[in-house]
Nanobody, 128 residues
Framework: QVQLVESGGGLVQPGGSRRLTCVCD????????MAWFRQAPGKEREFVAA????????YYDDSVKGRFIISRDNDKNTVYLQMNALKHEDTAVYYC?????????????????????WGRGTQVTVSS
């Protein structure tokens, strides 16, 4: 079973920045598409950002495009989410997810159902 562990959450002021980190213990990490999702209280878990196995292709929800950057370091089995210009509505638990799929393809899904492994999440609260 692959484990994903998120970190970096916390309290941040509106307009501030935060970087989330997700470490994967799977030996095949470099072949996985990876994504970040988030879930606010009383809402469904929603797509935030995703990237292909080598980071060559990235996808963003319109609500974060231009503010968030997803990246990965395959040597460290790690994926990042750099969050800038944070807004109150970005407050949520952020989850890292891995899609083992066929591996090494230039694509990453926006759909929760396509991801096989999930972390436990890290809380991000945007408040003054």
């Amino acid at each position: 079973q692959v484990q994903l562990v998120e970190s970096g959450g916390g309290l941040v002021q509106p307009g501030g920045s935060r970087r989330l980190t997700c470490v994967c213990d799977g030996r095949a990490f470099s072949s996985y598409a990876m994504a970040w999702f988030r879930q606010a209280p009383g809402k469904e878990r929603e797509f935030v950002a995703a990237l292909s196995w080598n980071g060559g292709t990235t996808y963003y929800d319109d609500s974060v495009k231009g503010r968030f950057i997803i990246s990965r370091d395959n040597d460290k089995n790690t994926v990042y989410l750099q969050m800038n210009a944070l807004k109150h509505e970005d407050t949520a638990v952020y989850y890292c997810a891995a899609d083992h799929g066929p591996g090494f393809i230039d694509f990453a899904s926006r759909e929760k159902k396509d991801y096989d492994y999930w972390g436990r999440g890290t809380q991000v609260t945007v408040s003054s």
